[in-house]
């Protein structure tokens, strides 16, 4: 195996002295979306495949303006002068990130324009210019423009009876440059590129694109009949999102978040991204309108917000895509001989059983147990939480139904999910009406645990069945993210469940015990730290300490001195972390034991496994939370233990695939320089989802036990 580095600059600047022991969180964030921009420049990919990956750098960069960004100017403007952990103002953090963003959003920008589009157009894939149309492709575009175009467009004027238009979040324009024929002077107009018509504009009988705004851009005298047009270029704004919200009381909860979402459309501005060829004074016009500094202006070359590129990334050209996944059924649920289903509850009494998402199917595994648990008649009750679920959700179906069919249904919806807080409502108001018992959880914490619960009548008596997750149940992301699921009916796990659901409907968080789960805030935290800690004193009595730990990010400081001092001990520490890692491996007396890598590929990596050794006598848990001080102390949590031999064994080949990963994952030096991993010379590769996939197919052939 050997490494080559990420072509970037370090996670965090060298300064003189001794570097401090945490990397910068938001540059640790950038480093991550410059590794999924490595994939996106990956030769090898299908190119379908790399044009998706650019568009989720784009949406990734959006989320981070919105979120990180946001939160740092408010910081800013309010005085606050606490130095992150890292020893940074949030004005130097907004220095740091908007020199290391404008170089990568160029690298991007170069790969698309330069790379991408050319060799998809070769293969008839193309994004196509006006000038390039033939005169019956204008014609049949001219056509379009008038009778799906035109009707819905509304100029926007500036001059002293019409004050600068209000411009939407991540919204998309054209700045007109005007000038009346009674007139010398030039005024400024705005169009909206309107969000509800396809952004690329499919061109008859073929798989060639014109955007929406250069189709608008070259009608523009229909908008403005009889005004001189001077000049006319796409523009695009960042609104700040206000994330964070843990004061108000839970009776006005649900009127909060829609006043929230009220006011975020009006939220500051924190990016202006504008085309190159913009002049001068109309940068200056939209920068003194928007209340921003040139430092907010970043200059993107065409087409504007890259996110977009999702919808080409999906085209059906097989010979463009990786070959499509399906999800393969768990061989335990499984249709027998004859047929028919599996008795899901009996297999779980049989035996607890593990599920890997997407390599294991949602909807037979997840989403089946609700339908069933709603359907069945000697269910009585279902519990469960919804923190991110899909539009058109069967989940959230089936638990409608089951309250419809006088089932005692009790869902905590987590309004505060962020971007998806709009849906969240319209879900608890089905609900609501539904007949189910619908509670919005704890004042001034998020519900992110991902927990359900049936309560059945067996012939001895009252029997729970209980799923614990690391993923939302969201049947859209369950096809995009990895995840695992955990299905049992241990008594005192459905217990703690049961007393996680009464925490969360009685929004109380003291006085909660728990026998075996780990909940946040309550005593995760301290559990955690304690594993660790317990792993030193195995290590100091020569028993061998180890930890291996995987997760979507690394962030608390109090985890991370505990880490740094197991390491000074001596125990062995793997941590793979997806994104942010504020910790610094490899420092001399320090963190010499401790290795991360980060693995990015198809599937978003977003299971969270954590393995402590216990001198041979292991522990596992999966759960909802990362490492992050928001988890641990501001947000409702679960972690839960892994007991079942077969399900302790697929985490472990699970952690053993992803340590031994050469061709996706990627090693953190001491410095902050990422390097990926290649096989060595003549030795195969070995991509970890690449051999889950083809071991769920292994499974899927071979018959049920």
């Known amino acids: 195996m050997t490494t080559e580095p990420l072509p970037a600059a370090p996670a965090e600047p060298a300064t003189p002295g001794e570097p401090s022991p945490f990397f910068n969180r938001e540059l640790s964030w950038l480093e991550f979306n410059r590794r999924v921009l490595d994939e996106a420049e990956d030769p090898a990919a299908p190119l379908l495949e790399r044009l998706k990956f650019v568009a989720i750098f784009g949406g990734n960069l959006d989320e981070f303006f919105m979120k990180r960004v946001g939160g740092l100017k408010r910081q800013l403007a309010s005085g606050r002068t606490a130095l992150s952990p890292d020893g940074r103002t949030p004005a130097e953090q907004l220095a740091a990130i908007a020199a290391a963003v404008r170089p990568m959003v160029a690298r991007a920008r170069q790969l698309l324009i330069g790379t991408l589009l050319p060799e998809l157009a070769g293969h008839g894939v193309a994004l196509v210019p006006w000038r390039e149309l033939a005169e019956p492709e204008r014609s049949w575009c001219t056509r379009y423009f008038e009778a799906d175009v035109f009707p819905i467009l509304t100029p926007l004027g500036l001059d002293t009876s019409h004050p600068f238009p209000f411009i939407s979040n991540l919204s998309l324009s054209l700045a007109v440059a005007t000038r009346s024929p009674a007139s010398s002077e030039v005024r400024f107009a705005r169009v909206k590129v309107p969000p509800s018509l396809p952004r690329w504009v499919q ?381 610094r491996p490899g420092l001399p007396g320090t963190s010499e034991t401790i290795r991360v890598i980060s693995i990015v590929g198809r599937f978003l990596e977003h299971a969270r496994i954590f393995h402590f050794g216990n001198a041979g006598d292991g522990e596992y848990f999966i759960g909802s939370a990362d490492w992050m001080s928001r988890n641990l102390d501001w947000r409702v949590e679960a972690m839960a233990p892994v007991d079942d031999p077969a399900a302790r064994a697929e985490l472990q080949r699970i952690l053993d695939l992803q340590l031994a990963d050469d061709c996706k994952a990627w090693e953190l030096g001491a410095d902050g320089v990422w390097q990926r991993r290649r096989p060595a010379p003549g030795e195969p590769g070995r991509a970890s989802q690449r051999l889950l996939m083809e071991k769920a197919r292994e499974r899927a052939r071979r018959p049920p036990a």
């Open 203 to 583: 061109l008859p009988d073929s798989l060639r694109f014109v955007p929406l705004e250069d189709l608008i851009a070259e009608h523009l005298d229909r908008l403005f009949p009889g005004i001189e047009l001077l000049e006319a270029y796409a523009f695009r704004v960042t609104r700040a999102a206000d994330v964070e919200r843990n004061e108000e009381p839970a009776e006005d909860l649900l009127e909060s978040i829609q006043e929230e979402l009220r006011e975020r459309r009006f939220a500051s501005v924190v990016r202006l991204e504008v085309v190159p060829e913009m002049p001068a004074w109309m940068r200056q016009l939209l920068a003194d309108e928007l209340e921003i500094t040139p430092g907010d202006v970043y200059e993107v070359r065409p087409p504007l917000a890259a996110r977009d590129l999702a919808v080409l990334a999906a085209l059906p050209a097989p010979a463009l895509r990786e070959a499509d996944w399906r999800p393969a059924t768990p061989p335990r649920l499984a249709p027998g001989p004859d047929g028919r289903e599996a008795d899901l509850f009996r297999v779980i009494r049989q035996a607890d059983l593990l599920v890997h998402h997407p390599y294991d199917s949602f909807a037979a595994s997840v989403q089946r147990f609700v339908q069933v648990a709603a359907e069945d008649p000697a269910v009585l009750a279902i519990k469960q939480t919804l923190y991110r679920t899909s539009r058109r959700s069967p989940v959230v179906q089936a638990l409608i139904e089951a309250a419809e069919r006088g089932k005692q249904v009790a869902v905590l919806v987590e309004l505060r999910a962020s971007f998806d807080e709009a849906r969240n409502i319209e879900w608890a108001e089905a609900l609501e009406g539904a007949g189910a018992h619908v509670a919005y959880g704890v004042v001034g914490y998020k519900t992110h645990a991902k927990v359900s619960l049936v309560v059945r009548q067996e012939a001895d008596g009252l029997r729970t069945y209980t799923h614990l997750a690391t993923g939302n149940y969201n049947t859209d992301t369950a096809e995009l993210y990895t995840d695992l699921g955990l299905f049992t009916c241990d008594p005192v796990l459905g217990a703690d469940v049961a007393q996680l659901f009464n925490l969360l409907t009685s929004g109380r968080i003291a006085d909660q015990t728990f026998s075996r789960l780990l909940v946040a805030p309550v005593n995760m935290r301290h559990g955690i730290l304690g594993r660790i800690e317990r792993e030193v004193e195995h290590q100091r009595a020569g028993r061998g300490g180890r930890i291996v730990a995987k997760m979507n990010s690394l962030e608390d400081p109090e985890i991370v001195r505990a880490l740094y001092a197991a390491s000074a001990a001596g125990v062995e520490i793997d941590l793979i972390v997806r994104g942010v890692c504020r910790l």
